[in-house]
């Protein structure tokens, strides 16, 4: 559990146009570790995670020298990455991949051979690393990225994307949530709003002025452009700590805050998220929240609200209401 505006004219198979006109430049993709890849200094940076990056689905074909690449763990996620980081580079173009063994790095020669690429492999500390010089033929990359890109989930009736959280299903925690979510009122933000699941049940409420969707996930936030049309709501590509929203502002705030990073269980991403919660919120704001029961938020709800009261507690899940 974790918590647009259409693409460009003329798309094709679910992304962009290329746009970008470069020539001789090194791009690295997503945060390779230092101690696995070099990254030469000035690189742009692409990354859907990394708010202000560059789009890798904007570059066009051909303009990328080098790229150099933290793999995606997800399989349709990561084929995506590398079939735009390949249609990025000319014929002789270095891609460099690297990867966790366990999170998609043994698979790495396998699916760039099925590109037809030819790589020669390395480890280094739990990492595999693949690197090829694009040949003149490839093979399957339309399909890699169609398969990859945004599309209208008929089950959801959601736009979504391979990569987002909970990108083909509604979060369970998300639902609980929605079920014993009141009508809002005033001003509020939802934060780590995802594709805007959270977002459509808050809207309902005729008494709710503005909602600020808040995401560091590009993808998601694309998403939910489309998926929220409704002129009362803000969509922002923000980290959640710096978000610009004015402190003491909001009359609510509503959230199922990610505790994972980079694979990774990280409690005090959470926490993180119920502190800038109590920063935004004014005097008599309240916060909804929803967590997997295990996550140790009780406290620090406890330190920064004057209440924190739960409302539900079901399925491995618990909701709070907390005031400040």
């Given at each position: 559990?974790?918590?647009?505006?259409?693409?460009?004219?003329?798309?094709?198979?679910?992304?962009?146009?290329?746009?970008?006109?470069?020539?001789d430049t090194?791009?690295?993709?997503?945060?390779p570790?230092?101690?696995?890849?070099?990254?030469?200094?000035?690189?742009?940076?692409?990354?859907?995670?990394?708010?202000?990056?560059?789009?890798?689905?904007?570059?066009?074909?051909?303009?990328?020298?080098?790229?150099?690449?933290?793999?995606?763990?997800?399989?349709?996620?990561?084929?995506?990455?590398?079939?735009?980081?390949?249609?990025?580079?000319?014929?002789g173009?270095?891609?460099?991949?690297?990867?966790?063994?366990?999170?998609?790095?043994?698979?790495?020669?396998?699916?760039?051979?099925?590109?037809?690429?030819?790589?020669?492999?390395?480890?280094?500390?739990?990492?595999?690393?693949?690197?090829?010089?694009?040949p003149?033929?490839?093979?399957?990359?339309?399909?890699?990225?169609?398969?990859?890109?945004?599309?209208?989930?008929?089950?959801?009736?959601?736009?979504?994307?391979?990569?987002?959280?909970?990108?083909?299903?509604?979060?369970?925690?998300?639902?609980?949530?929605v079920?014993h979510?009141?009508?809002?009122?005033?001003?509020?933000?939802?934060?780590?709003?995802?594709?805007?699941?959270?977002?459509?049940?808050?809207?309902r409420?005729?008494?709710?002025?503005?909602?600020?969707?808040?995401?560091?996930?590009?993808?998601?936030?694309?998403?939910?452009?489309?998926?929220?049309?409704d002129?009362?709501?803000e969509i922002?590509?923000?980290?959640?700590?710096?978000t610009?929203?004015?402190?003491?502002?909001?009359?609510f705030?509503?959230?199922?805050?990610?505790?994972?990073?980079?694979?990774?269980?990280?409690?005090?991403?959470?926490?993180?998220?119920?502190?800038?919660?109590?920063?935004?919120?004014?005097?008599?704001?309240?916060?909804?929240?929803?967590?997997?029961?295990?996550?140790?938020?009780?406290?620090?709800?406890?330190?920064?609200?004057?209440?924190?009261?739960?409302?539900?507690?079901?399925?491995?899940?618990?909701?709070?209401?907390?005031?400040?």
């Amino acid at each position: 559990m974790e918590g647009t505006h259409g693409l460009s004219p003329g798309t094709t198979c679910g992304y962009r146009r290329a746009v970008t006109d470069q020539t001789d430049t090194h791009a690295v993709y997503g945060a390779p570790p230092a101690d696995v890849v070099e990254t030469p200094a000035g690189a742009t940076r692409y990354s859907p995670l990394v708010p202000g990056s560059q789009n890798l689905e904007d570059v066009a074909p051909g303009s990328l020298a080098r790229v150099t690449m933290l793999a995606p763990p997800g399989t349709v996620e990561r084929r995506y990455a590398v079939a735009l980081a390949l249609r990025a580079l000319p014929v002789g173009g270095r891609l460099t991949l690297a990867a966790p063994k366990d999170k998609g790095g043994s698979r790495l020669r396998k699916e760039l051979e099925a590109f037809g690429c030819t790589p020669t492999e390395d480890s280094r500390r739990h990492h595999r690393i693949c690197i090829v010089k694009r040949p003149e033929t490839v093979t399957g990359l339309d399909q890699a990225i169609a398969e990859g890109a945004p599309r209208l989930d008929d089950g959801l009736g959601l736009w979504t994307q391979p990569g987002v959280f909970s990108w083909d299903r509604i979060d369970p925690g998300s639902a609980l949530l929605v079920k014993h979510l009141p009508p809002m009122a005033g001003e509020g933000a939802d934060l780590g709003a995802g594709v805007g699941f959270l977002a459509h049940a808050i809207l309902r409420s005729p008494k709710v002025e503005k909602l600020t969707l808040v995401d560091i996930d590009r993808r998601a936030v694309e998403a939910a452009k489309r998926n929220v049309a409704d002129p009362r709501a803000e969509i922002l590509w923000s980290d959640v700590r710096s978000t610009g929203i004015t402190p003491a502002s909001l009359d609510f705030v509503v959230m199922n805050p990610p505790f994972h990073a980079d694979g990774t269980e990280d409690r005090h991403l959470g926490q993180t998220f119920i502190r800038q919660a109590a920063s935004l919120l004014r005097r008599g704001g309240v916060l909804w929240l929803v967590a997997n029961r295990h996550l140790p938020y009780e406290k620090v709800l406890a330190e920064l609200f004057r209440t924190a009261t739960p409302r539900q507690d079901t399925g491995g899940y618990k909701v709070f209401e907390a005031i400040k």
